[in-house]
């Protein structure tokens, strides 16, 4: 026997004699956007007991694990962090309930009078998912949120007004790249100019659009320029 092999074979041995358990028990269920399979998956959410292991054998405990997402299509296990991420379908309905509430600011904020301003709010809300929107409804939903929030045209963006736009751009921000998050404030800066140039009243539901999608303000302004310029 070669000098050292005795003890380089059994140091090799030593991890198969003795080593780490987790049992998962699941506490929980539901669907998520499974990053491994790229779209939305069943998943099982799992908490874990580690025990040393002796030949395999279970024999003390180590202690609990942190709790993991395993998905039920590719088994693979994520950090809790990953139920953070909408389902596609979620986030199909957050895009199109924020491009409805900037339409219906940007309307309440001047254009509801305007046959213009409702035809291009009305052709964005359906492209978002809305397809039955009509002129027709969309004004009188500009005229009860007007009434709701207390506002009156032409004054700036009062805080009820914010606050809706802030509770359905807020959750969305996040999870749109830059490109995404301009494309939304464009679209209310075409609604806005479908009639004209900007009201300052305009100009202020659409900087806390801006605002609500983590734009800074430079960044808005030459959105805002760009808008009103013909490509």
Known sequence: M????????RAARLPRVLGTRTAWTPVGDGEFFCPGCGGDRNYQRLAGRRRFTLLGVPVL??????PTVECAACRRHYGTDVLDHPTTTRFSAMLRDAVHTVALAVLAAGGTCSRTSLEAAVAAVRAAGFEDCTEDRLGALVEALEADTGRVR???CVPGLAIELHEALDPLAPHLAAAGRESILLQGARIALADGPYT?????ALATVGAALTLRSDDVTRLLESAGTPS
């Open 154 to 156: 032409d004054e700036p």
């Open 61 to 66: 405990p180590r202690g609990e694990s942190a």
């Open 200 to 204: 300052p009243a305009e100009r202020d």
């Open 2 to 9: 070669l000098p050292g092999r005795g003890r380089d074979d």
